[in-house]
């Protein structure tokens, strides 16, 4: 066989993604307080963005979602082209470009982009040296969070005043945990610090009497028991409870009678004293921020039944490109590398508008769909929530399950049922056993607590009768898949049920 170099000439189809690209499929699966961050430090980045301050009108039309109300045979309208009104850029093109072609690629090493702390656009007019300026607020300035740490040391100076056991008390404080349990070994700790394991119980034990009560404890029942002291009610019929917490837990309440020697009304008692304690003592000092949620989606009732659905305004960063100063920094006799960066500050900026305006029309669309084909869940409740994928959103709006999973993830509609997270409305679908239609995951869930709650006391449903029920009911399900849902709703079994409820009814 002869060797011989040949030109060949062949054609092929790629997808380069473009650092544009990239932006715009990071910014459609970033959530709002994401979104915001990243906003601001383009801010800062960029000379040539500007935050809309004016009183033009906000990304923001209302759409109305068609149900399923059509009458028969006729196929539900389709979706009308959404127009936002977008802040003016400097070409003020229109945004020609499908969603989907732009959006739809999945790209190996695609995240979301970190940074997910909250939104800072707090703009400090004094410094810390203008103490005496009028707007200046000592009581900002000198109050602080305690952590548990500080309120910890401050009662370790103090309560022990040996300096060995100072050293040792502040070296143990390093080893709780965010509940507030020791989670050292003496032993090992002993050998670390070359002292004696009495010495590090000695101090130990000191450490358990400080504030919050229940500190420093090894297990839940120790903890239970350092508050159950503080309150002078550690009697023996309590200490057996709480070194039975597994029997608690089961709910086997003649074990504990017997154990406890207590009749029904005083273990009631016990019972309902060990609820009010606190298990995790540490939490007091949690000076974490907690986020609330807030929607992405705005969704009201309109005229004759229609889902009227709009975004929410609040949450859409307002960016406008400035034109007059890139056409004053143009005018300027700058040298090739300034031209180079305003240039690509200029091309940034307007691609990020339109990013933003590209966003904001894909989330509006796909969840206008979601509300349209959820119509009978937001009327009637959660056992009419159908099983849908995310190929029945896609085909609907002709996008790819790619993008319509980037746009619900993190993203939240507020309805009046109350506040869902876009990913809610997909659930897996369980097959009717009449050959209907199938039912949702999350409605089945529902049928399985509703008939739990309706249950005689006198007549536990078992895991098997619940199959029996639903499937009178149209529902074909597994024993097993009902023991999983039931579960997860964090319902006990039939047996502990079945001791709770005995107890209950005194029997």
Known sequence: MALSVRLDLKQSQTLVMTPQLQQAIKLLQMSNLELGNFVEEELERNPLLQRDEGDNAPMQEMVEAETNNSPEGESPPALEDINLNQQETSN????????????????????????????????????????????????????????????????????????????????????????????????????????????????LQKLQTLDPVGIFARSLSECLALQLKDKDRFDPAMEQLVENLD???????PALLKLCQVDEEDLSDMIAEIQALDPRPALAFDTTEVQAVTPDILMKQGLKG???????????????????????????????????????????????????????????????????????????????????????????????????SRVTSNKYIATPRGIFELKYFFTSAINSSEGGDAHSAESVKFKIKRLIDEEDPKKILSDDKLVQLLKNEGIDIARRTVAKYREALGIASSVQRRREKKALLGK
């Open 92 to 203: 003020n093109d229109s945004i020609d470009a499908d969603v989907d072609n732009q959006w739809s690629s999945d790209t190996p090493g695609d995240q979301t982009l970190a940074g997910s702390g909250g939104l800072d656009t707090t703009s400090y007019g004094a410094s810390a040296g203008s103490a005496s300026g009028e707007d200046f607020d000592w009581a900002q300035n000198i109050t602080a969070d305690l952590s548990l740490r500080d309120h910890l040391i401050e009662q370790v100076n103090l309560d022990i005043s040996h300096p060995a056991e100072k050293i040792i008390a502040a070296h143990m404080v390093e080893f709780l945990d965010e509940s507030g349990y020791f989670t050292a070994d003496l032993p090992e700790m002993a050998d670390s610090l070359s002292c004696d394991v009495s010495l590090l119980e000695n101090v």
């Open 247 to 253: 029997l608690l837990g089961k709910r086997d309440f």
């Open 306 to 404: 229609k889902w009227l659905v709009e975004l929410n305004s609040e949450n859409l960063p307002k960016v406008l490109v400035d034109n007059s100063y890139y056409a004053e920094v143009n005018q300027l006799g700058l040298d090739k590398d300034s031209k180079h960066y305003i240039s690509e500050c200029f091309q940034n900026a307007n691609w990020l508008v339109k990013s933003l305006h590209q966003r904001a029309t894909t989330i509006l669309k796909v969840s206008t769909e979601i509300v349209r084909q959820q119509d009978m869940f937001f009327k009637k409740g959660v056992e009419y929530l159908k099983p849908i994928v995310l190929r029945d959103i896609a085909d609907a709006v002709e996008m790819h399950e790619s993008t319509v």
